[in-house]
């Protein structure tokens, strides 16, 4: 599909349905011949859309982790964040405003903010474009090829609920190395931190929708920026491996497990709204969980060993 009668579309969907819509808010009183009509998977899938979830993707989330804007952090390392950094950090922009040259190195967020929006995502890659989606769970372990197109129409219409199983919910994520992805990526502002250099860094896109992310994991260090959406983080240190089925969904450990956790014994978390990014450190466990229809963002894996 062109991405004109693409964009065409969704253009009602998205005056309809705004990102920051709870499911809850969609729920009405079926007539029985409404009722009678739907089909059991509409009616189960109606069902888990007017549950009163524990965690509601849409309630303000706490947030743990220390914030620090680009100026402060420009202030306290003038050559970026020194490596293996010892706790994560949310970083934003002062004022929220991205059109504001990086302190670091004068890059503009908006420009590859407008690029990878779901207006032009589509034009900024070559027409019948594919791409490569991976299991949400743990290992990442199947793989998945359609049309982005097709890939978007699921994700927007979509919302994963608990109950479902990673390994069979589908997710682009890892697999944006390309050239055409590299082309597509090349305006993203790298991360503020001393060795954040295009040689020594490795860029992974992604997009989910509503209630999708990725199981608890763990890898080296790095940063990763919400570009559009909103998506929340939850994270524990090295000796603190937290409880978990690799096969069930991150939403279903924050509404079976987290809801369940005294106070103490919860993760670091924070919600990164866009254009703020997170530094994860190295080895950490994390998982994450994302809340509007269209989450997209940018993870930077950094090389910090042996600096």
């Known amino acids: ?44 899938h109606h069902a888990s859309s007017c549950t009163a ?33 010892e706790e994560p950090l949310l970083i934003f922009n002062n004022n929220n405003d991205y059109t504001v040259p990086s302190p670091f190195s004068g890059c503009v967020h908006s420009v590859f903010e407008d690029k990878s929006s779901l207006k032009n995502i589509i034009r900024s890659l ?11 769970n743990s290992f990442s372990t199947h793989r998945r090829t359609i049309s982005l197109t097709q890939y978007l129409n699921e994700t927007l219409l979509a919302e994963t609920f608990p109950h479902q199983l990673s390994n069979e919910t589908w997710y682009l994520f890892g697999e944006t190395y390309s050239d055409d992805w590299q082309h597509m990526m090349a305006d993203f502002c790298l991360p503020p931190c001393q060795t954040c250099t295009k040689e020594l860094s490795a860029l992974a896109f992604g997009i989910g929708g509503k209630g999708s992310g990725v199981q608890w994991h763990t890898h080296g260090p790095g940063f990763s920026q919400s570009i559009h959406g909103r998506k929340h983080w939850v994270l524990y240190p090295p000796h603190h491996k937290p409880t978990y089925d690799p096969d069930y969904t991150s939403r279903y450990w924050m509404e079976e497990t987290y809801t369940s956790l005294k106070n103490k014994m919860r993760p670091y978390e924070c919600t990164l709204f866009p254009g703020e990014m997170i530094y994860f450190p190295d080895k950490w466990h994390h998982a994450t969980i994302n809340l509007d229809s269209y989450t997209a963002f940018l993870s930077t894996f950094t090389t910090e060993h042996g600096f």
Request: hydrophobic share 30%; charged share 20%; aromatic share 12%.
């Open 126 to 136: 070559p027409e019948n474009f594919n791409v490569t989606l991976s299991s949400s």
């Open 53 to 85: 979830w524990k965690w509601d993707l849409d309630s303000e989330h706490r947030c743990n982790v220390k914030r620090i804007s680009l100026t402060d952090l420009h202030a306290q390392f003038k050559s970026g964040l020194p490596p293996l950094f």
């Open 1 to 44: 599909m062109h991405w004109r009668l693409f964009a065409l579309s969704f253009h009602g969907f998205l005056i309809r349905h705004s990102f920051g819509q709870t499911s809850q808010s969609s729920c009405r009183s079926s007539s029985n011949d409404d009722q009678n009509e739907s089909s059991s998977t509409e009616s189960s």
